[in-house]
């Protein structure tokens, strides 16, 4: 039997399934052709997740620790005696010191609007410590509301055949957003030229027409050199700008400071090409930027992606069909998220913590975490710092609850490890970062073992803390048709009905949709063209210590941490994490192809196999993917080498800074 699904995993495409189960087990997961993003296939990751749904080491069963923590040893318990002793223990901790003792830790290890968003509710009627989301997207996000105001839009991905130049700027399409590969070749067939930049040499650069392989840390200056000689030459849209845009004397001072001749020596690119480019970035009308959140993760991402996403509003891109930019397309989505998340049940003076600091604050002394509940989410593996985090996770005093689909390395340190359905066993709502289309799922499947939804154990749990807000206990139905009733004009053509029926609609965007056209979305509607020099940061640059950059851009197999355990996945990637390293810097090191290196920065040590290739720039080394600690062969994160600083804008993590050195 074939059966419709969204695929969770944090991905822009989020694709519409067609799961097919087979005396209950899932045996087969596809694309559903039916879908206009879709289009009938999944990547080379979720083509495999039937192997993870219905894997031997899926935790089915409620436990509870019996070693110390972190030796990951556990017996079996029934709901009940875990959720009476969670409560009971969490009632102390709130008696005792406070419900800013507690604190829940999760991000987007299902992209399902109920099952990642709605325990907060849980948390905000406890008047629990709140949590910054900024692990991932925090500083793109802040970046792009900058410029253009709140609701992160972009050109739709149906229009982008339309688009006749074509910049991949710090994004691997082809792997981490394959869904648009198809648009992009219609566009090439209609005579587009595509440019991708990335000091990575991968699939979509040799997908596209050229590849400039950049110095780490410089997409802000190339970016302003854009502005600079388009000021110049006088191809900037002065009726646009005069209508719709602000600072400009502030960006035409931050760009002077980039001259062709300067910025190809800072870039480690041609000056004569660099020239050419612009001209014909410039002068063609539907002009597009696809831009990733990669290039943001380090100290100066934030106004990198300011100077890069302001280009189309200074050449009036934004007017074309196919011309503009995107970063994400998830501000199109209107829902009711207050009563979904809490918001009305904010309480004041609450303390937010920013879960790139967990280390740090894991180690508090003044007013210390006693109560941490982690779901969605592996921050022993994907938090910075990683021993840091682990030594936080190891205290004897920290009451740790984890809900999870395996035994990650966070679940080691659990106290209760709970076993949470995935997304084939639960009903949820999904918006996109990377199309228009709001989609509704049903399980296709029953629970295995006695798996249980994430609501389903907040709502639980309220009771027994006597949590009396109404809202806590709706049922994922009545939640998701309060989501959707909104009056926004996008969704004027989304009722619950229809979308239980259809399962997925697009957004009302309207015809010839051009989010930008009109100007921003900011109080006064123009386009803001800061920064000022003052403001703009680059990024931390090696030394003789630390010769090297590390950059960790995703692989073509390891999502995350997410299919980390597969052993079909790990032995796809290789049978252990790799680090790509230049020829002439395995040369200069001493390292040869296959061996194991040790690759240290000021946080940390760890050890990764050699690939010695020019698909790494030279000065940079490249980790593919973020492996479970477990399974790498020091047991050690890539995490260990990031350290907890943050971002220019939106507080967000610095994975792609580490300054490093590499020995045998």
């Known amino acids: 039997m074939k059966l419709p699904s969204v695929c969770a995993l944090d991905c822009p495409d989020t694709c519409a399934l067609h799961i097919t189960v087979d005396n209950g087990r899932v045996v087969k997961l596809e694309g559903n052709p039916d879908h206009p993003i879709t289009r009938g296939f999944a990547c080379a990751k979720m083509y495999r997740y039937p192997e993870r749904h219905e894997h031997p080491d899926r935790l089915l069963y409620p436990q509870r620790r019996i070693g110390p923590k972190g030796s990951g040893k556990f017996e079996r318990i029934s709901w009940e005696t875990a959720l009476d002793e969670i409560s009971s223990r969490v009632q102390e901790i709130l008696k005792t010191h406070g419900p800013q003792s507690v604190l829940p830790y ?26 910054d989301w900024s692990i991932c997207a925090a500083t793109g996000s802040a ?10 839009l972009g050109v739709d991905p149906e229009e982008a055949s ?8 710090g994004i691997n399409a082809l792997r981490s957003n394959s869904h648009f590969a198809p648009w992009l070749k219609e566009a090439r067939q209609n005579g587009a030229h595509i440019l991708h930049i990335d000091p990575f040499r991968n699939e979509t650069s040799r997908f596209s027409d050229e590849h400039w392989q950049i110095r780490v840390g410089t997409d802000a200056a190339l970016a302003l050199a854009f502005g600079r000689e388009i000021l110049h030459q006088n191809w900037h849209d002065s009726a646009y700008l005069e209508q719709h845009a602000n600072n400009l004397d502030d960006y035409r001072q931050a760009c002077e400071l980039w001259t062709i001749e300067r910025t190809a020596d800072f870039c480690g690119i041609d000056a004569v090409r660099l020239r050419q480019v612009i001209q014909q970035y410039a002068t063609t009308r539907a002009s597009f930027i696809k831009v990733g959140y990669g290039l943001t993760r380090n100290e100066g991402g934030g106004n ?12 009036g891109a934004w007017q074309h069909a196919g011309g503009g930019a995107t970063l994400s397309t998830s501000g199109a989505f209107h829902l009711n998220h207050r009563l979904n998340r809490g ?11 920013n879960m790139n600091l967990l280390a740090d604050e894991l180690a508090r002394q003044s007013q210390p975490i006693q109560a941490l509940f982690v779901f969605n989410s592996n921050p022993a593996a994907v938090a910075p710092d990683s021993s840091g985090v682990a030594k936080g996770l190891s205290r004897d005093d920290l009451f740790t609850v984890v809900l999870e689909h395996f035994q990650t390395d966070t679940a080691d340190y659990a106290d209760y490890l709970l076993p949470a359905t995935d997304f084939l066993e639960h009903p949820d709502l999904y918006t996109s970062y990377g199309h228009y289309y709001l989609q509704w799922s049903e399980p296709v499947v029953e629970p295995r073992g006695e798996c249980k939804p994430n609501t389903w154990f907040f709502r639980e749990l309220a009771k027994r803390l006597q949590l009396a807000e109404p809202t806590l206990h709706w049922t994922s139905h009545q939640l998701a048709e309060n989501l959707v009733s909104s009056q926004h004009p996008f969704m004027q053509d989304v009722t ?5 029926k259809a399962r997925f609609i697009k957004m009302h965007l309207g015809e010839n949709f051009r989010p930008y056209i009109h100007g921003s979305h900011h109080a006064d509607k123009k386009i803001h063209f800061s920064p000022s020099p003052q403001q703009l940061h680059f990024e931390e640059q090696p030394t003789p210590e630390f010769p090297l950059r590390l950059i960790s851009p995703p692989g073509p197999f390891i999502l995350n941490t997410s299919m980390g355990n597969l052993e079909s996945i790990r032995k796809m990637a290789g049978n ?11 040369t200069r090191y001493g390292v040869t192809d296959g061996a194991v290196v040790r690759i240290t920065s000021r946080t940390g040590t760890i050890s990764r196999q050699a690939i010695v290739s020019s698909d790494a720039r030279q000065g940079v080394l490249v980790a593919l993917g973020q492996w479970w600690p477990k ?17 220019d804008l939106g507080g967000g993590s610095t994975f792609g800074n580490p300054v490093v050195r590499v020995e045998c």
């Open 343 to 353: 918001e009305h049940l904010r309480q004041p003076n609450v303390r937010t913590v």
């Open 496 to 500: 619950w009905e229809r979308l239980q």
């Open 143 to 152: 970046a792009w509301e900058a410029n253009y105001g709140p609701f992160k």
């Open 631 to 647: 399974f790498s062969p020091d047991k050690k994160s890539l995490n260990e080498l990031t350290s907890q600083r943050l971002t």
């Open 304 to 315: 990198a992606l300011r100077a890069i996403t302001l280009l189309p509003a200074l050449t």
């Open 576 to 586: 252990q994490p790799q680090v790509i390293i230049h020829p002439d810097d395995a």
């Open 106 to 131: 999760c991000y987007c290890g299902t992209m399902g609007v109920i099952e990642s968003q709605h325990p907060l509710a849980f948390f905000r009627a406890l008047g629990a410590l709140e949590l």
């Open 162 to 169: 339309k688009s006749r130049f074509i910049i991949l700027w």
